[in-house]
């Protein structure tokens, strides 16, 4: 059974700050890995994938990935009240669809 | 370009009573995946289908839940008999290939069995 841990929150950061969410999964086989967004009542929108260990950069939002330790993170620089919602890791081994944790809620306070 | 189309976007049924929805994918994706999401839960999946072909229906139940994807474009999801327990959004996504995991989802039809 592939798993994928996320601590669902709610993480609460004020404006301006850098958030940090984090997520680890259990499949060793598992290459490419995703930061989808979820408003609430919306459907999740992707944001971020990532394939290699190391750090990928894209505007305020930035991957890392450590297949060794198993472990993906999202950082959100310069956080706004825009960017509160649910952020889902997803995780996807060659072949097979991807995983989706349950999802962090962000809350970005002025 | 169109996004992923999904109808109704909300149904409220009684137990024991069919209900279906329908996708449309983006064009030319040829992956189309149905979803399930519970509250406070991430995305489940139900079913997927390269082209017409469902490749991956492990998880779909399969003695109430039926998915027909025709022509490789549009697809159906229904339940008959709806229960309770499947009160849930139930998200359609598409793919340009399986390979794949940047998905794009529909906006959701939201189900509530009474």
New interface residues.
Partial sequence: QKEVEQNSGPLSVPEGAIASLNCTYSDRGSQSFFWYRQYSGKSPELIMSIYSNGDKEDGRFTAQLNKASQYVSLLIRDSQPSDSATYLCAVKERSYIPTFGRGTSLIVHP | EAGVVQSPRYKIIEKKQPVAFWCNPISGHNTL?WYRQNL??????LI?YENEEAV?DSQLPKDRFSAERLKGVDSTLKIQPAELGDSAVY?CASSFT???????????SRLTVL
């Fill in positions: 995946y406070g839960q991430g995305p489940e999946l997927r991956d998200l399986g390979d794949t995991g940047e998905l794009f989802f529909g906006e959701g």
